[in-house]
């Protein structure tokens, strides 16, 4: 199960369990819509009991991030698993993103980063 919202272009998800293809169903589009209207997006993704994906959830995931590798600006991982730490390194050949991990604790760092006016947004 998956909640979803957004701020502008911003799409936050909270990922508990497992992601199948009914969450993808959920976020790719509005992640696109996102695109469309923003060109960049920033996405918060934190991890709660989070066990991973089914096969053709992480497909979809891997051939939406390879596709759009230039549209996504920053994604921020927020998780407690040394294995969802290494998810952000393996994650980095497939996008052109600023890809950050944070400890669930760090919650709020992880929302002020993704949040965060840079240069370009001036």
Known sequence: MTSIQ??????YTIAEGQLDDEDYNRIIP????KIDNFGKVRWY???????????????KDLKFDVKNRNNLER??????K???????????PFTEAEIKFYESEDREKARYW???????DQ
């Open 6 to 11: 957004t701020d502008q272009n911003i799409v």
């Open 30 to 33: 509005l992640l696109k819509e």
């Open 114 to 120: 993704i949040k965060a006016i840079t240069d370009e």
């Open 45 to 59: 993704f934190e991890m709660k009991d989070f066990t991973g994906w089914t096969f053709s959830a992480m497909w």
């Open 75 to 80: 994604v921020a991982m927020v998780g407690d």
């Open 82 to 92: 040394t294995w969802e730490k290494q998810l952000t390194q393996l994650m980095k």
